[in-house]
């Protein structure tokens, strides 16, 4: 699992939630380090922040999800619109969720297992 969040307390918490369910978590606070991160390396599940320092997260889905083909990823804003919501579906992003986060609904969205939309 990678995690693009650049809020280190809640990147601190939900390594550790993720850590403890069992899952391999890396952590990275930029776009630049995400898509450097994502091209490197396969991952089944990533969760991403909207807005970062450098850009945004579906910015930085949108150049690594080539490279991460299958995977399922969950964006978490604290300032979802409409525009949001629909840019992340053309994306195939799986789930879009609003902080603060519900960490049951975000629990279950990565344990569907029935893959990210088509």
């Known amino acids: 699992m990678l995690i693009l969040e650049d809020e280190r307390l809640l990147t601190k918490h939900l390594a550790r939630l993720f850590a403890a369910r069992g899952y391999e978590v890396q952590t990275v606070g930029t ?3 995400f898509v450097a991160v994502a091209r490197g390396e396969r991952f089944e599940m990533l969760l991403l922040d909207l807005h970062l320092p450098d ?19 969950i964006l978490m804003t604290a300032h979802g619109s409409a525009d949001v919501a629909r840019r992340a ?5 799986h789930a879009v969720l609003s902080k603060p986060l519900n960490l049951s609904l975000l629990l279950s ?6 893959g990210p939309p088509a």
Not at 56 to 67: N, Q, V
Not at 109 to 114: E, I, K
């Open 89 to 93: 579906r053309e994306l195939g992003i």
């Open 55 to 73: 850009g945004s997260g579906l910015d930085a889905w949108e150049e690594a999800r080539a490279t991460q083909t299958g995977a399922r990823a």
């Open 31 to 33: 776009v630049a380090s």
């Open 109 to 114: 969205s990565f344990a569907d297992t029935s």
